[in-house]
Nanobody
Framework: QVQLVESGGGSVQAGGSLRLSCAAS????????MGWFRQSPGKEREAVAT????????YYADSVKGRFTISREYAKNVLYLQMNSLKPEDTAMYYC????????????????WGQGTQVTVSS
């Protein structure tokens, strides 16, 4: 059974940084990309960044370009999201996911979700 466990969330002031981690365990096949998503109260869950399995290409939402970096440590099967210059509008629950159908930042079929880690940015 596949499990995704996020960590690294917390509370920071605007301008600060956090690094989220997502440890994947279990046997996975057919994964097109891994991604980070976020959801804040009253809003839909949105894709923040993806990294594609075959190419290693990365894609970002416009709102985080230049501030966030997605990366993957293949040997440990860990996904990261480095978040710099954080803004109050980045406050949300952040989730990692394994996706079987991706195109750029678009994720058409999320197969597995993590439980989420909260990020709170104060002004």
């Amino acid at each position: 059974q596949v499990q995704l466990v996020e960590s690294g969330g917390g509370s920071v002031q605007a301008g600060g940084s956090l690094r989220l981690s997502c440890a994947a365990s279990g046997y996975t096949t057919g994964i097109s990309c891994m991604g980070w998503f976020r959801q804040s109260p009253g809003k839909e869950r949105e894709a923040v960044a993806t990294i594609h399995s075959n190419t290693g290409n990365t894609y970002y939402a416009d709102s985080v370009k230049g501030r966030f970096t997605i990366s993957r440590e293949y040997a440990k099967n860990v996904l990261y999201l480095q978040m710099n210059s954080l803004k109050p509008e980045d406050t949300a629950m952040y989730y990692c996911a394994l996706v079987t159908l991706c195109s750029g930042l678009q994720t058409m079929n999320v197969r597995y979700w993590g439980q989420g880690t909260q990020v709170t940015v104060s002004s």
